[in-house]
């Protein structure tokens, strides 16, 4: 059994550990409220933008813009993948990561090569001497900034219209609320259009739009935006999404050294009565002898 020093010492360390993680639970709380407010405002100009962009995908050729532009055959695919910087928080990158890893494996054999790039430190962690990572942005994900999004969509775009990639992924994490957020895989370039049903009963049409100003110098400030944000979207959710899976991590941090503290401290307290009962034993047995 431990000595009551042990337990003393040990005790004044959970509660040590306790006063770090409640810190670190009401920061990412406070964080999170932020973070939020940040994610539904992107999250609502992203679906706007992303149905426009979609819908004029759909109404004007491939040819039209080399962002528009569907390659057959596709042979080499590029994956941005979108994670933390820091731990503590729980299961929020080894999911993702994990996920990716298994899109990856699913998909190795369509095409001849896959290739990443990495925002964040820990899918960097983690690819670099698995997969081909070509590069890794670095301090993009922590505060979000449309400017460092705009970056690096203008690299891969130019990359995708040079051929070095088919075809373009981005991977992230979903926020749906403090408890749940769920990795997304989803195709970036070449930006596919929407095909628009009139009616039910009838084969799906494209519209027709007439463009002011002209078509091409609409599309070239249009399409890159749309890469742009959908980067900075991305960014955005993965940023509430680690700061709720951190709160709820923390928070579980917190109530486990509350349980340990509890259940060290009645160990403590019955190795003090046997100390105690043993010494009174030791006394009355002594003056019994005597």
Avoid at 172 to 187: D, G, H, M, T, W
Wanted: hydrophobic share 40%; net charge neutral.
């Amino acid at each position: 059994m431990p000595s009551l020093r042990e337990y003393d010492v040990k005790i004044a360390s959970l509660k040590n550990t306790r006063k770090m993680t409640k810190t670190m639970q009401m920061v990412s709380a406070s964080k999170l409220r932020r973070a939020q407010d940040a994610q539904r405002k992107a999250a609502a100009y992203a679906n706007h933008l992303h149905d426009l962009i979609h819908r004029l995908a759909g109404s004007v050729e491939s040819v039209a813009h080399p962002l528009l532009t569907r390659r057959d055959p596709v042979r080499k695919a590029h994956i941005l993948l979108v994670t933390s910087d820091r731990g503590l928080c729980a299961g929020f990158n080894n999911n993702l990561i994990k996920h990716v890893a298994q899109w990856i494996s699913e998909h190795n054999s369509d095409y001849e090569s896959i290739s990443m790039s990495c925002c964040g430190r820990r899918g960097n962690m983690y690819f670099r001497t698995k997969e081909d990572v070509r590069k890794e942005y670095l301090d993009t994900t922590a505060k979000p900034e449309f400017l460092k999004a705009e970056e690096i969509a203008e690299e891969l775009g130019e990359l995708f219209v040079n051929g070095e990639f088919d075809e373009v992924y981005l991977a992230y994490n979903v926020f749906k609320s403090a408890l749940s957020q769920f990795p997304r895989i989803e195709k970036m370039l070449p930006i596919a259009p929407v095909e628009v049903k009139a009616d039910e009963s009838k084969e799906p049409f494209t519209r027709n739009y007439i463009f002011e100003p002209a078509e091409p110098e609409l599309l070239a400030l249009l399409l890159p935006r749309s890469v742009s944000y959908t980067i900075f979207h991305a960014m955005v959710e993965n940023s509430a999404g680690e700061h709720g899976a951190r709160m709820t991590a923390m928070d579980n941090a917190t109530n486990n050294a509350d349980s340990l503290i509890e259940t060290n401290t009645l160990l403590r307290n019955r190795a003090r009565q046997a100390a105690i009962t043993t010494e009174l034993t030791e006394i009355v047995a002594g003056a019994e002898a005597l």
